[in-house]
């Protein structure tokens, strides 16, 4: 999605939630109890990008290399990625 970051815009709640919903099945699979969404302010009418957390515990080899498989199994074309040791 992207927000401020790439300029793309923000979607509308629904929108947003619909795809939310597709992500969490997939990180559900992908990465089991070791991922996290931070919940948002209920009154929020639109969303710039999605925050996920995860955990070292989801990471076999690198964070690099989970990072890629996750960026080329949901086709994502533009990702930023911050935190502790990135």
């Known amino acids: 999605m992207g927000g ?3 300029g793309l815009g923000r979607l509308p709640r629904a ?3 619909a795809l939310e919903g597709r992500l969490r099945a ?11 969404i931070p919940r948002h302010y209920g009154s929020k009418q639109d969303f ?3 925050d996920v957390l995860v955990s070292e515990a989801a ?9 890629a498989e996750i960026v080329a ?5 533009r990702a930023q990625s911050t935190g502790a040791g990135l």
Do not use: F, N, Q
């Open 73 to 77: 199994e949901l086709g994502i074309v």
């Open 15 to 17: 929108e947003y939630l």
């Open 48 to 50: 710039g990008d999605v």
């Open 26 to 36: 997939y990180l559900d699979e992908k990465l089991g109890v070791h991922y996290r």
């Open 59 to 67: 990471i076999a080899t690198t964070w690099d290399d989970l990072r």
């Open 4 to 6: 401020s970051l790439y």
